[in-house]
């Protein structure tokens, strides 16, 4: 595993390249790939802990593809990504959380899912009430708390 | 070195607190050593767009992934349930869903009622006055009159039904099974300083309005006002004893790692079902070889957990998702035991109103119903803010085999022994587990859920850590008595979750805080012969 705690120009590259066979752009929902640029840049701004874990991620990556992850024909790149998401372990489990957690905070992808662009607090949110009467039927069968005698 | 106080409190949690506050009118000098620190609710979670992500690190339930210094690890490798925690003032109340059943009647008579396990010393009645303060300082909501759970009477009124609470109830009340608005601690109108709530809906890592209850909030400053010291960072390494084999103080790391003897007439326990019995096992002296207070042998032994059956699907309409707080309806459908069923004794229902964008992308990529590429986006909006949940919350009982003991080589960040968790799940218990999914099935297909996923048990779920000390009037099968003093050591008392008999199916924390008032309440009444 390499004992680093920032990615190397090629992780980065299959990182990106990952990415986005997870979350492709889609012009029909309007929203970028998670290999879009500011979406990449807060994977790699945000790692933090999680460093240590994509970075063997990316190496068990490297060594299905055994060369760049761009470089592979589509055919062979999708069954790389397969063995990769089966035999990864936690770590390929990081990595797809990290694009994940990533992804779905992009201004862009919030506002496609129509999200508001905000942290829950100050502002919150509300909730209807509700029709307490559904209530009533549980009233009328009652019920009665067991005891010892 | 120090002068002694009249009671030292170790942990400053549900528990802690709450006995803190009581014996606070007896103007005796008392002292609680917390390992952790306040809180500062501007930099909670929900204060910021990374909300979703900081509960896969620094906001993690588990402690281990956590690693705050605040924080001990714990081996659980060998147990499918993982244990959850919070280390600081407030304890666990920082960290939980808010959700406040009480324990039935009949979970105080197991043995009596369904021969299983065995009965409590004291039964619900004797807690009732306790439940009713506790529910009044640490501010409940609800709705009096559930017909399937012991009366309260929550000072607020319930939470909102909400979407998802909607389409919950519709469905229950289509096959006939009972349901009703939770109890909880998060507050519906403004209560004693504390904002009502507003929906944050990322309660469980902590409320940024201080809406939700957790005892930093409610009994420490009462308490601190009346005069309780409160010192922070401080972390117990061992209980001392003396020659007449009483409990003399403590020995403690300070906020600098400085070691600091602190005597005292009286030590009270309140570090949990976890952080208790690994406490006792490393007070271990030539006079207690095998733990203090463990003359029976079972310090740490009798672990329960609540194994959680989880089941949840997807709905067509809109669910409240990550808008409202994660729990609003409970179910005593399937309480009480009904050996038709093929299992003993039985569970609750908790109903979850959904999950954030994050947390649903995540997790429903790890159960592969999330795909990856083109189709992503067209799942995750099938899937985003539709999420409907059940969780059976099936009773534990207690088995010696499933027990806490210290590490041989775990150790925290003062080189103080790690506990090691040992626990499998009951036949007993999968077997009820397996009943609650099947009946979340139904459940679910009534509300016309989809792509349906379970998680059996719920591997982070370990919040509720019980058993490990158990009260009981026979010193060779309890540790504490009937109002919490140790049987071996008279000065010595225990407050927490550790001393519960049996675990109900209920979240505990309400009644290990009833439990804390009523044996502070003991106290007060024996002081002039507490020792006796």
Known sequence: MTDLLTLTPRQRDDLRTVAAMIIPASEEYRVPGADDDIIQADILATLGRD???????????????????????????????????????????????????CYYRDDRVLRSLGLELRAPFPKGHVLPDGDWSLLDPVKARGGSLRRAP | MKDPVDVLIIGAGASGAAVAWSLAETKMHILCLEQGGWMNPAEYPSTGRDWEAKFYGEWSSSPNVRGRPEDYPINDDNSPIKVVNYNAVGGSTVMYTAHWPRLHPSDFKAKTLDGVADDWPIDYDALTPFFEENDRIM??????????????????????MGLSGAIIAKAMNKLGWHWWPSDTTVATMDYEGRARCINLGHCTPACAQGAKSSTDITYWPHAIRAGVELRTHCRVREITTDENGMAS???????????????????????????????????????????LANS?????????FHPYAQIYGYVKEPTDSNRAPPTCLWSK?????????????????????????????VVSEQKGILPWGTDHHRVFRKLNGHRLGFSAICEDLPEEHNRVTLDPVLKDSHGIPAPKVDYTISENSRKMMEHGLARGREFLETAGATDICVNSPIPWGGWHLLGTARMGTDPERSVVNEWGRSHDVKNLFIVDGSIFVTSGGVNPTSTIQALALYIADQMKQRLANLFD
């Open chain 2, 249 to 291: 103080g403590v020995v403690y790391y300070d906020k600098d790692g400085v070691e600091q003897f602190q005597p005292a007439h009286v030590v009270i326990i309140a570090c949990n079902g976890v952080g208790t019995p690994r406490l006792l096992l490393n007070s271990a002296s030539g006079r207690f070889p095998n733990g």
């Open chain 2, 296 to 304: 029976s042998g079972l310090v740490g032994k009798n672990l329960m």
């Open chain 2, 139 to 160: 501010g409940t909501s609800g709705l009096s009159g559930d017909p399937l759970s012991p009366l309260t009477h929550p000072p607020m009124p319930q939470q909102p």
């Open chain 2, 333 to 361: 459908q399937w309480y009480d035991t009904d050996l038709s069923r093929g299992f003993v004794r039985g569970y609750g229902v908790q109903f979850v109103r959904g999950a954030g964008p994050v947390f649903e992308a």
């Open chain 1, 51 to 101: 460093t240590k874990h994509v970075v063997a991620a990316l190496d068990h990556l490297a060594r299905l593809a055994g060369m760049p992850l761009a470089d592979l024909e589509p055919a062979a790149r999708d069954d790389v990504a397969q063995q990769f998401r089966s035999s990864g372990g936690g770590a390929a489990a990081t990595l797809v959380r990290v694009v994940l957690q």
